[in-house]
T-cell receptor
Framework: DVKVTQSSRYLVKRTGEKVFLECVQDMDHENMFWYRQDPGLGLRLIYFSYDVKMKEKGDIPEGYSVSREKKERFSLILESASTNQTSMYLC?????????????FGQGTRLTVV | DQQVKQNSPSLSVQEGRISILNCDYTNSMFDYFLWYKKYPAEGPTFLISISSIKDKNEDGRFTVFLNKSAKHLSLHIVPSQPGDSAVYFCAASEVDQFYFGTGTSLTVIP
């Protein structure tokens, strides 16, 4: 079974802190994604990566950056956390570029910025 | 601009009856469609998918229908069970990305 593991289930951070969310997948997937989920807004794509050291902006990249130094690991960085970044963050991976493949999600990180 | 839309935020169904969840999309280039189920405080789990070359895919109690001319897909759950109570997201993919709807919260009443 594909396993996508996020480093934390719950995090509480202070405004202005730099926050790192880590994600690891164990199935040699090429693509990795970071989404945030907010009530009524569904899943919105922050960044995705289709190869090591490659990254592409999603719909809401402002205030975030990412790093993919190894194929299995994709990190989301909040440069200076703000209260409007309080959300559920979801990491996902998929096998390859192109269709006919599903995304597999981690368990999510509930981030609260105070 | 939302390319995948779920216009019903919530749905309640009696146990044993059919649940029908609907989804509309705007991009005719989408070639693969998926449904995910999500419980609170957990990540979404893949449920069922359909390629754009098909109009129906079935897996046990779950059937997905695709109407490309109407840019509409639906998920049928028969019979509905209390454990099906969750938020359901439809998604569409194009090359690298997945585009998700806003979700429909299904409640199955025992």
């Amino acid at each position: 079974d594909v396993k996508v593991t996020q480093s934390s289930r719950y995090l509480v951070k202070r405004t202005g802190e730099k926050v790192f969310l880590e994600c690891v997948q164990d199935m040699d997937h090429e693509n990795m994604f970071w989404y945030r989920q907010d009530p009524g807004l569904g899943l919105r794509l922050i960044y995705f990566s289709y190869d090591v050291k490659m990254k592409e902006k999603g719909d809401i990249p402002e205030g975030y950056s990412v790093s993919r130094e190894k194929k299995e690991r994709f990190s989301l960085i909040l440069e200076s956390a703000s209260t409007n970044q309080t959300s559920m963050y979801l990491c996902a991976s998929s096998l390859r570029r192109g269709g006919d493949t599903e995304a597999f999600f981690g368990q999510g990180t509930r981030l609260t910025v105070v | 601009d939302q390319q995948v839309k779920q216009n019903s935020p919530s749905l309640s169904v009696q146990e044993g009856r059919i649940s029908i969840l609907n989804c509309d999309y705007t991009n005719s280039m989408f070639d693969y469609f998926l449904w995910y189920k999500k419980y609170p405080a957990e990540g979404p789990t893949f449920l069922i998918s359909i390629s754009s070359i098909k109009d129906k895919n079935e897996d046990g109690r779950f059937t997905v229908f695709l109407n490309k001319s109407a840019k509409h897909l639906s998920l049928h759950i028969v019979p509905s069970q209390p454990g099906d109570s969750a938020v359901y997201f439809c998604a569409a993919s194009e090359v690298d990305q997945f585009y998700f709807g806003t979700g429909t919260s299904l409640t199955v009443i025992p």
